[in-house]
């Protein structure tokens, strides 16, 4: 030892401090770069513990040797170990920080525990509001802008006036409009969450904000935690935002409903399958006790109840949610340097001046000079502004709203295949940040790094010149639906749904998730004498079978066996009442319920029908049973209630109203 201490105080000073240094540099730096590298669970773990490993053993190495070569005063040695050092601290330092930075991005992607929520009284501008005023409220009370908030609202501003309580927010916004109440009280995100619908579409403009508050609670989106590893077949519900703003998706982001997306993917064979839900699907809404409603009407009560109305819908589990903002979209095509999509030639024109073009409003939703036109065509290159519009448009297609979820399908999937081109680490970067900025999921951070495998085998068969990903691309067949909704007097514009189509693409995505085995095609016939070209089938198109909803007819001109058919075939209970008329005696003129009425929420009808004014028929029947219908009634088959003739129910005395 103490011939240690001697060959100490004769040791170069300089290269001692430097081994110090560089010693404690090293440590404090390997630590940092430690921790970094462990974060990123389920990626080259082999790789990741024998880079951990080495340098490891490097710094004992230094610790060890570099201190020997002080003693024995081998200057150029120490020097060159020393250099090897000094080159790794900065090394260690820049990976870390970079490895940081990515992971922080992806964790950024995951749903908070605590969000802000904002109730706010919302009134018509020319309305006043008094301690008079009757305000609307939801009556759910889990609720917690529509019910919790407001009712802190209430205290908080001293309000004593009359609530009227409602179970739908559409109806009491209705009410709102038909000066029936004065006041509402509503979700601060009143805007994104009503204002596509055809009533309210100017709901910012009509209404001004009384009182607002505001408040940090529990995230009920937190509790949506899966287990499900991205390694196994998993499903995704894509949720699209509607932001007010370009700066990014907020931690509280509402969503109207007008995007629904399943998507179910096999990381085993690359498959996956994607199911565009129309927005104006009439089903059972999981939160309102069942109660049939718009699809997109599940968005007002939150993200857990669009799942378990899906859920209830497709009998699929979803294991995962993205809410996507739709402004977004503009930077990330952006960011990948634009998109290649086959543009659909639309159905109508926008004006005489831009015939044949897709023309749809930008993304602050501004008209006029920044209107936003491509020319349809085969792998149209579109910036990010053309891309959010085609994803957009639906008013220019006969199809509308399937028109326009068959081209969000393109979009995605075009974007998803120039994801996988990204070269250079600037590129990456500025990919992850709008990714970051834009998108929201309850998947936890390392779920996502566990999906870091199945990237890299879908980016080895892209560069080995393959599919990427094998989509199966899906189609609902549908129909119109008007609906007539008693509490507001109203009759909307909805879909029903063919379940033979609809079991087809459930049928699909249990296959890809494993859930069931698919079928296997023992034969296939092929005529050689016949032009041949294969084409992927669209899963659920052109399969109309199964039992459809059906709505109210207008048995107005019918007659009374012609009515009778009808209720048995349909489970009617039908009451017949004779009233004086100038109409042919035996002829139907009027009914109890009103025409487009839920069938579903029927279970008898009255029929008056037309008597002489001079004698009562005792058994008046149809001298012609082919008497044909009146133009727009549906057949008992597929009564889809389309006729627009109205019965004037209102004015038959004592004359039921069912209700929805």
């Not at 020097?79 to 330092?93: A, H, K, M, R, Y």
């Not at 634009?338 to 005489?352: C, K, R």
């Not at 009634?633 to 004359?655: A, Q, R, T, V, Y």
Request: glycine residues 6%; contains cysteine; negative net charge.
């Amino acid at each position: 030892m103490k011939n240690l201490k001697e060959e100490l105080k004769k040791s170069s000073k300089l290269m001692l401090f430097t081994y110090i240094i560089f010693t404690i540099a090293y440590l404090i730096v390997y630590f940092f770069f430690t921790k970094s590298v462990m974060n990123l669970v389920g990626i080259e773990t082999t790789i990741r513990y024998s880079i951990l490993g080495f340098f490891l053993l490097w710094i004992f190495f230094y610790i060890l040797f570099g201190f020997f070569f002080i003693i024995k005063k081998k200057k150029k040695t120490f020097i060159f170990v020393s250099f090897i050092t000094f080159i790794l601290i900065p090394l260690f330092g820049f990976t870390s920080y970079y490895i940081d930075k990515i992971y922080d991005k992806l964790e950024n992607l995951t749903i908070k525990e605590t969000s802000t929520y904002t109730s706010v009284l919302l009134a018509l501008n020319e309305t006043e509001i008094t301690s008079s005023s009757k305000l609307g409220m939801i009556s759910n009370e889990n609720d917690k802008e529509g019910y919790i908030l407001a009712k802190e609202l209430i205290t908080k501003e001293k309000l004593n006036n009359e609530i009227v309580s409602y179970d739908d927010f559409l109806i009491m916004l209705n009410d709102l409009y038909n000066h029936k109440i004065d006041g509402v009280f509503i979700s601060g995100n009143y805007q994104i969450l009503f204002g596509n619908e055809d009533n309210f579409k100017s709901i910012q403009e009509d209404t001004k904000i009384i009182y607002s508050y505001s408040k940090e609670m529990k995230n009920d989106e937190s509790n949506l935690v899966s287990t499900k590893k991205l390694t196994e077949p998993f499903t995704v519900l894509v949720l699209g935002v509607d932001s007010e703003s370009q700066g990014g998706l907020n931690p509280n982001a509402a969503f109207n409903g007008d995007t629904l997306m399943l998507i179910t993917f096999n990381p085993n064979t690359l498959t996956a399958t994607m199911f565009s839900i129309p927005r104006d699907m009439y089903v059972p809404i999981a939160c309102n006790g069942n109660r049939y409603n718009k699809i997109n009407s599940a968005a007002a009560y939150g993200t857990t109840c669009v799942i378990n109305t899906v859920k209830n819908l497709t009998d699929i589990d979803i294991d995962y949610f993205v809410k996507v903002n739709f402004k977004g979209v503009v930077d990330l095509v952006d960011s990948l340097g634009g998109i290649e999509v086959d543009v659909e030639e639309p159905d109508y024109n926008y004006d005489n001046a831009h015939k044949g073009l897709m023309c749809e409003q930008d993304s602050q939703r501004r008209f006029g000079e920044n209107l936003v036109c491509v020319t349809p065509g085969k792998n149209v290159h579109l910036n990010g502004e053309e891309a959010l519009a085609y994803a957009r448009c639906r008013h220019l297609y006969t199809l509308s709203d399937i028109a326009r979820n068959q081209h969000q399908q393109a979009i995605i999937e075009a974007i998803a295949k120039k994801v996988l081109h990204v070269s250079s680490f600037s590129d990456f970067e500025k990919l992850l940040n709008t990714i970051s900025n834009n998108i929201a999921t309850n998947m936890q951070t390392t779920q996502i790094l566990s999906f870091y495998q199945t990237l890299k085998n879908m980016l080895t068969n892209a560069l080995n010149g393959e599919d990427f990903i094998s989509i199966q691309k899906t189609h609902l067949e549908y129909y119109n639906l008007p609906v007539y909704l008693p509490a507001s007097g109203m009759t909307t514009s909805a879909l029903g749904y063919y379940p033979g189509s609809l079991n087809a693409i459930s049928t699909a995505m249990k296959e890809n998730l494993n859930i069931i085995k698919p079928e296997t095609i023992k034969t296939f016939q092929y005529d050689y004498n016949e032009d041949f070209e294969y084409t992927t089938d669209v899963i659920g198109k052109g399969i109309r079978t199964g039992q459809t909803l059906k709505t109210m007819p207008n048995l107005s001109g019918q007659t009374i066996s012609y009515a009778e058919n009808w209720a048995s075939n349909n489970g009617i209970i039908l009451n017949k009442e004779f009233v004086e008329s100038d109409s042919i005696p035996g002829i139907i003129i009027n009914q109890s319920v009103h025409e487009g009425t839920f069938l579903k929420n029927v279970s008898n009808v009255t029929i008056y029908i037309s008597k002489s004014k001079t004698s009562i028929p005792t058994n008046p029947e149809d001298e012609d049973n082919d008497n044909p219908k009146l133009p727009g009634l549906p057949d008992d088959e597929d009564n889809n209630g389309d006729n627009e003739n109205d019965n004037n129910i209102d004015n038959i005395p004592g004359s039921p109203e069912e209700s929805e």
